[in-house]
């Protein structure tokens, strides 16, 4: 059973472009967050998602960010014109229930640089 | 606001000792806890978990946490650290029934042979 994916694990773009990150979660699983990690830091949370709907987006920035799970594709995590405070570890995880107690498995993450 | 602290951030031990990695949570009720553990590269493996019961939680790995209470911590224990547990180390919470989580700055972990 293939765990959380994400692709592309590394990603660099410049100053003003776009970043697209992908993640497909393990099977069976229709929950989705995502998290950032800075250097140096902790992950913090950004948004969470279900098939086709948007539960908590409180961790995401106002501006140049967005996430969707479509009912079929990955989940797409989307920074517009990015900037190089962006750089950073963004991972995915997944769950099967939306429950607290249940398990979230984490991706290997997509390493961002903006130069 | 709610907080996750892990107060090392680097730790060295020699293999075969024993390790203690500290963690603890400033939340208004008693949060569900979480360890994580991250290799280089690699995504985050949960170690364990705990929501409520027994204050002693057993894991993966050899790994075991404490929940107290009185002094909001769950630290992480290993009685004989290998060569192979080398990586950093997470603590993370949630609110009671959310899925949220809020993880610590990591603690990383190195082990002299």
């Known amino acids: 059973n293939a765990g959380v994916m994400q692709n592309p694990r590394h990603l660099v773009r410049r100053r003003g472009q776009e970043a697209r990150l992908r993640c497909s979660p393990m099977k069976g699983h229709s929950h989705v967050y995502w998290y950032r990690q800075l250097p140096e830091e902790g992950l913090k949370f950004m948004v969470y998602?279900?098939?086709?709907?948007?539960?908590?987006e409180s961790g995401m920035p106002k501006e140049r960010f967005s996430a969707e799970f479509p009912k079929e594709g990955p989940s797409i995590l989307r920074i517009q014109q990015v900037v190089r405070g962006d750089s950073a570890a963004y991972f995915c995880a997944s769950s099967l229930t939306s429950g607290g107690t249940d398990t979230q498995y984490f991706g290997p993450g997509t390493r961002l640089t903006v130069l | 606001a709610q907080s996750v602290t892990q107060p090392d951030i680097h730790i060295t031990v020699s293999e075969g000792a024993s390790l203690e990695l500290r963690c603890n949570y400033s939340y208004g009720a008693t949060p569900y806890l979480f360890w994580y553990v991250q290799s280089p590269g690699q995504g985050l493996q949960l170690l364990l978990k705990?929501?409520?019961?027994?204050?002693l939680v057993q894991g993966i790995k050899g790994f075991e946490a404490e929940f107290k209470r009185s002094q909001s911590s769950f630290n992480l224990r290993k009685p004989s650290v290998h060569w192979s547990d080398a990586a950093e180390y997470f603590c993370?919470?949630?609110?009671?029934?959310?899925?949220?989580?809020?993880f610590g700055t990591g603690t990383q972990l190195k082990v002299e042979l």
């Open positions: 993370a919470a949630a609110e009671g029934g959310g899925n949220k989580l809020t």
């Open positions: 705990y929501f409520s019961g027994d204050t």
């Open positions: 998602l279900q098939k086709e709907n948007i539960i908590d």
